[in-house]
């Protein structure tokens, strides 16, 4: 299958920001307007999960080796876990809300900072948990792949009744990750306010590999595993046949292919789609699958066809994996911008490749700001000049 060419070198991503990370309004493009009315919901998307404190070196030659001390030529701190998810679905415009605990030390002070005041996410569903340290994860990147120690404890529940997570905004989308064996009563709660619910799911660590065991699959509008995950729950081996199979179970089943793409299934309709992933030379695999469903997601509320939205999600993670760190690489509009206007420039370029994007052309605004900019500095923050 054809695919666009890869840009000619992989760039520092551009921001929509300006140099104390405050998002440029002037860049922003809101992807539902003309949808959004009066009485609909104030929340495009709702969101629970752990913040973590991430840590990312890049540019190792290789893997730590054991008694030895490394130098990474790169380093980035950022706001990881959900946080990941949550940042690229802002910074394609979607109107974001978070319920997550954050450490009342500096970390999770910095990670709060970041997210409402540098993202404009939406944290009222959140809580500053006393005496609780923050969720920290390293993460060293090299060959294309990455590396991670963690390090954490349980929050501990809130201390008396309230909204944190059971009782979740009306929205218009949920996004949960579903856990084999349990039930999480906020998300049948979402469903029922109208909220479509997107969910993906991790590795069972019980090897059982149960669908049926995914019991909030019944709420979920899409689900968007691996292929791997895909072929074991299905008890398929081919990913595209998982896909089909798990079309039976949910409306939209969605199965991300690593280099070779993303197939997706519309089990209401039996439409299919296909999108060959694009070629980019791969800095931080880091959060790259939630750029994808945030992009998924987008295209979906803004009623996209269903090739343009997985292309579109496809788009968003090879951006992603060319910047290091989770919410650091999340792309926003202008970089898809100027990525468009980029690839259109390339001589040769394969015109069936250029057609699977010109949806982008109605879509975008004009990449006018000087490109690269950065987002972020190494450093979990420099003191703000006297």
């Not at 039930?183 to 660590?205: C, L, M, P």
Request: net charge negative.
């Amino acid at each position: 299958m054809s695919t666009v060419r890869k840009q000619a070198a992989a760039t520092t991503a551009a921001t929509g920001t300006d140099n104390g990370g405050r998002r440029d309004e002037a860049t922003r493009l809101d992807p539902l307007d003309g949808l959004r009315e009066p009485d609909g919901p104030c929340c495009d998307v709702f969101l629970t999960g752990t913040v973590f404190l991430d840590i990312i070196f890049t540019g190792l030659d290789s893997a730590p080796v054991r008694g030895t001390e490394s130098w990474a030529r790169g380093m980035g701190s950022s706001p990881g876990g959900v946080a990941n998810m949550a940042t690229a679905l802002a910074r394609l415009g979607l109107r974001t809300s978070l319920a997550a605990a954050f450490g009342d030390d500096h970390y999770g002070e910095y990670c709060w900072d970041a997210l409402a005041d540098g993202e404009g996410i939406d944290l009222k569903m959140s809580r500053t948990v006393p005496g609780w340290h923050s969720p920290v994860t390293v993460s060293m990147a090299y060959e294309g792949e990455r590396t991670m120690v963690s390090h954490g404890h349980e929050a501990p529940p809130p201390a008396g009744p309230g909204p944190f997570p059971d009782c979740p905004p009306r929205a218009r989308a949920a996004i949960a990750a579903l856990t084999p064996g349990r039930r999480e009563e906020w998300i049948a709660s979402a469903a029922r306010r109208g909220a479509k619910v997107f969910a993906d799911v991790g590795w069972d660590d019980t090897g059982r590999w149960d669908l049926a065991g995914l019991a909030d699959l019944e709420h979920c509008e899409a689900f968007l595993p691996n292929a791997e995950e895909a072929m074991r729950y299905t008890r398929t081996d081919c990913p595209r046949a998982a896909a089909r199979a798990l079309a039976e179970k949910v409306p939209v089943a969605v199965v991300t292919l690593g280099a070779e793409g993303a197939y997706a299934v519309d089990g209401s309709t039996g439409e299919t789609a296909e999108v060959p992933a694009i070629a980019v030379e791969a800095l931080d695999p880091t959060g790259a699958g939630d750029v994808f469903v945030a992009g998924f997601v987008t295209g979906t509320l803004a009623g996209w066809p269903l090739a343009d939205r997985l292309a579109f999600a496809g788009l968003t993670a090879a951006l992603s994996v060319q910047e290091f760190g989770g919410s650091l690489s999340a792309p926003g509009w202008s970089e898809i911008a100027a990525w468009w206007q980029q690839v259109q420039a390339v001589d040769g370029q394969d015109p069936q490749a250029l057609r699977r994007y010109a949806f982008l052309d109605g879509l975008l605004p004009t990449a006018t700001r000087v490109w690269p900019l950065r987002r972020a500095v190494p450093t979990i923050g420099f003191r703000s000049p006297a």
